[in-house]
């Protein structure tokens, strides 16, 4: 259990023998490094998963997901999502320009939020079956 922060650089992995669990006013930061868990990613309500980088299992966001405009978050298995998507930089998104934010091998549920304000520029929220992307309005 995440219950304060933890940070993944690049090339490290984290390994869970069984749940992951990001816990309410925990932090999980990818920089570019991964977890992975025997059974599945937890990020609970009050919990954040924040940057880029991979999740080799499955994941339930019912927290924050603070995703790069420059990097996707790569999910190796299915992704529910049920809480709030922020951007944790603002990058460098034209008027209209769409970024893949988040991959996974499905998708299902949608964020809490539609749109997302940051740096006085505001983004619409997509849905495939595959990704999240958001939209520079």
Same mark, same amino acid.
């Given at each position: 259990?995440?219950?304060?922060?933890?940070?993944?650089?690049?090339?490290?992995?984290?390994?869970a023998?069984?749940?992951?669990?990001?816990?309410?006013?925990?932090? !999980? $930061?990818?920089? /570019?490094? *991964?977890?992975? @868990?025997?059974r599945?990613?937890?990020?609970?309500? +009050?919990?954040?998963?924040? #940057?880029?980088?991979?999740?080799?299992?499955?994941?339930?966001?019912?927290?924050?997901?603070?995703?790069?405009?420059?990097?996707? !978050? $790569?999910?190796? /298995?299915? *992704?529910?999502? @049920?809480g709030?998507?922020?951007?944790?930089?603002? +990058?460098?998104?034209?008027? #209209?320009?769409?970024?893949?934010?988040?991959?996974?091998k499905?998708?299902?549920?949608h964020?809490?939020?539609?749109?997302?304000? !940051?740096?006085?520029?505001?983004?619409?929220?997509?849905?495939?079956?595959?990704?999240?992307?958001?939209?520079?309005?």
């Amino acid at each position: 259990e995440v219950g304060g922060g933890l940070m993944v650089k690049p090339g490290v992995t984290v390994h869970a023998r069984n749940e992951l669990r990001v816990a309410d006013k925990g932090q !999980l $930061v990818l920089q /570019g490094g *991964a977890v992975e @868990s025997l059974r599945w990613v937890d990020v609970q309500s +009050g919990g954040t998963l924040a #940057g880029h980088g991979t999740v080799n299992a499955s994941l339930y966001a019912n927290g924050t997901l603070a995703l790069s405009l420059d990097k996707p !978050l $790569v999910v190796e /298995g299915s *992704a529910k999502l @049920s809480g709030e998507l922020s951007l944790a930089d603002a +990058g460098k998104v034209r008027r #209209g320009q769409s970024v893949t934010v988040l991959k996974a091998k499905s998708i299902s549920g949608h964020f809490e939020n539609d749109k997302i304000s !940051l740096a006085s520029q505001t983004y619409s929220i997509a849905y495939t079956a595959t990704s999240v992307t958001v939209t520079a309005k």
